[in-house]
């Protein structure tokens, strides 16, 4: 919930400086940022079925890579770490590449 609160706010990058690390709002953030990590660094290395994670999970894994983007380029400049969250971007870039299709045309 925490998470859907800020994404309604629309600027989730305020969340991303070093004063905000203990807030409810960047905390949510960082678990929803970690998740898509794991499973874009498994799917990466095929120990997941990538095709069947885009089936069931496309827009949000777009829609969230787009709201979350912002905050994850902030908090790379703020760690000096370019690689941080590069497999979730990997993930998003790869369904935005490919969209999904409809089944029935």
């Known amino acids: ?5 800020a994404k309604k706010a629309d600027n989730l990058a305020k ?6 690390a203990s807030s409810p709002e960047a905390k949510a953030i960082l678990l929803i940022l970690n998740d898509y990590e794991f499973v874009a660094a498994a799917m990466r290395d095929k120990a997941f079925n990538l095709c069947l994670y885009k ?4 827009s949000v894994v777009v829609n969230d890579w787009d709201a979350l983007r912002a905050f994850v380029h902030e908090k790379r400049q703020e760690v000096r770490r370019k690689t941080l969250f590069q497999e979730f971007e990997w993930m998003a870039n790869k369904f935005k590449k490919k969209p999904l299709k409809n089944d029935h045309d």
Do not use: T
């Open 1 to 5: 919930m925490v998470y859907a609160n």
């Open 15 to 20: 969340w991303a400086s070093k004063e905000q």
């Open 55 to 58: 089936r069931m999970r496309y």
